[in-house]
């Protein structure tokens, strides 16, 4: 049996009919084509998945669409205006914080969801916002340098420089 839900996605507004069984990351996904959403692990464990919903970061894996009814979801498609790059996804690249690409998405939205709640994260701010989230290609330190320049932009401070190892 189909459920008719309602949702916000990046600013757009949804009508959709889902089944029971439909998880937010399969309704991202397959039905509203926003492929940026990661599936990788099915179990809430890896956070490749993750969005944003209602202002915190979820598994999309973990939710069911029907849970979603009603909810404003903020995925990494949303992130950018255009062509330009929110600080945040430009810091990874000026950081060198992506590898494969896979976990980025992810960890773009934990990390987002963190500075909209705490402009100023200390490192084991940003490790812990991080937790649920797994790279299996490099060590986190480029990305904890990365989300830490991405909160020196946001919060308007001048002077900050692209990571030294950027050519």
């Given at each position: 049996?189909?459920?008719?839900?309602?949702?916000?996605?990046?600013?757009?507004?949804?009508?959709?009919?889902?089944?029971?069984?439909?998880?937010?990351?399969?309704?991202?996904?397959?039905?509203?084509?926003?492929?940026?959403?990661?599936?990788?692990?099915?179990?809430?464990?890896?956070?490749?998945?993750?969005?944003?919903?209602?202002?915190?970061?979820?598994?999309?894996?973990?939710?069911?669409?029907?849970?979603?009814?009603?909810?404003?979801?903020?995925?990494?498609?949303?992130?950018?205006?255009?062509?330009?790059?929110h600080p945040l996804q430009q810091a990874?690249?000026?950081?060198?914080?992506?590898?494969?690409?896979?976990?980025?998405?992810?960890?773009?939205?934990?990390?987002?969801?963190?500075?909209?709640?705490?402009?100023?994260?200390?490192?084991e701010e940003i490790r812990k916002a991080?937790?649920?989230?797994?790279?299996?290609?490099?060590?986190?330190?480029?990305?904890?340098?990365?989300?830490?320049?991405?909160?020196?932009?946001?919060?308007?401070?001048?002077?900050?420089?692209?990571?030294?190892?950027?050519?």
């Amino acid at each position: 049996m189909d459920y008719p839900i309602s949702l916000k996605v990046n600013g757009i507004p949804y009508d959709v009919r889902v089944n029971a069984e439909t998880s937010l990351l399969n309704l991202l996904r397959d039905q509203l084509d926003l492929t940026g959403v990661k599936d990788g692990c099915h179990e809430g464990e890896c956070g490749a998945c993750t969005v944003i919903m209602n202002g915190k970061p979820v598994n999309a894996c973990l939710v069911l669409a029907v849970e979603a009814n009603g909810s404003e979801i903020l995925t990494v498609e949303g992130l950018s205006q255009g062509e330009e790059l929110h600080p945040l996804q430009q810091a990874f690249v000026d950081c060198g914080a992506i590898q494969c690409g896979f976990c980025t998405p992810g960890m773009l939205m934990s990390a987002k969801a963190l500075l909209d709640e705490n402009p100023g994260p200390t490192s084991e701010e940003i490790r812990k916002a991080l937790r649920g989230n797994l790279c299996r290609c490099t060590g986190y330190k480029k990305i904890e340098e990365a989300i830490q320049q991405a909160a020196r932009v946001l919060r308007g401070e001048k002077g900050w420089l692209k990571h030294p190892f950027q050519v």
